[in-house]
């Protein structure tokens, strides 16, 4: 199918304010099968694609960056399946468990405002229309949450994997803060901090590759030559940037806290996808691509200092 995982990415991101108005407008029950279709569509598009065998698409982006694109192959089709199909099974389960969760929120909002000394009463409009803002927003967030892992793991391009590295953090971050348990906000803050950290380390690594053979599509690498200590210090930082997505020991602080505090559908997404691509990374960008040019000795030093 033309355009297939162009359409399995940017479908979610381009109809997340259509969820939104239909969650504001209508409710969460629509808002919920509408975000659900739309997963489903771009599931049975992925599947269908990793049937048909590897499939590459290539598109025009800048002279700089070179092309963008996306690859689904023998090593990210997992992944991606991976991510769709739960994100799809999760969306049903959403419904019930946010609108209980907005209905405690807006209860402890009355209560504090009942606490300052000003008399309320609770409406069921005034709920009702809470909890559809409040819907309306989560599946917006949950689309866009949704369509950054998967652009991740389906890039063909280092500064291309970073933005949707990044995109997938925003949401993610939102959907603690307001949504999560406990200190919602400080455990989200800490969420965005930990791991837009890691993902500025994981730029940078990035960024000392392209600069250096003038290219940041992933074939391009393979092909070039890059001097040792350009290799040696990227394949650190990549490291490291993944290493706090994956949660590995000494950059593993903020998991417990998260998964402790997000919400439940949000939280069943962490290990298994969003923390997924953290694996999904490092076999892609240093197990897959620079041992072509790092010695053995010199690779299996560089990954060990991750694992331990």
Known sequence: MEYALLQAVFLPLLLSPIAYIIGRKIGPTPAMWFTFGILLYTTVLVILATLSGTTEEHYPWTEQFGEFGFL??????????MIYVLSTILVLYSKPYM???????????????????????????SLSNYVNAKSGLYFALYLVFAM???????????IEFYVFFEVMLIPGFFLVALWGAGPR????????????????????GFLMIGFTIGSFDFADIQESKIPQDILMLSAIAISIGLGVKLAVFMF????????????????????????????????????EFLPTHLPTFQFGSTFGVLLQ
């Open 185 to 204: 906000r400080k455990i989200g803050l800490m969420f965005l901090l930990w791991t837009h950290a890691g993902a500025v380390v994981l730029l940078l």
């Open 252 to 287: 593993h602080i903020w998991l417990p806290w998260v998964h402790g505090s997000a919400p439940t559908p949000i939280s069943a997404l962490l290990s298994p996808a969003m923390i997924g691509i953290g694996a999904y990374g490092i076999f892609r960008l240093i197990v």
């Open 99 to 125: 609108i209980h969760r907005f209905h405690e929120q807006y209860e402890e909002e009355q209560h504090e405002i009942t606490s300052s000394g000003h008399s309320t009463i609770i409406e069921s409009s």
């Open 72 to 81: 689904l192959d023998g090593l990210a089709s997992p992944f991606a399946i």
């Open 148 to 158: 950054g892992m998967l652009g991740t793991v389906l890039s063909t391009n280092l």
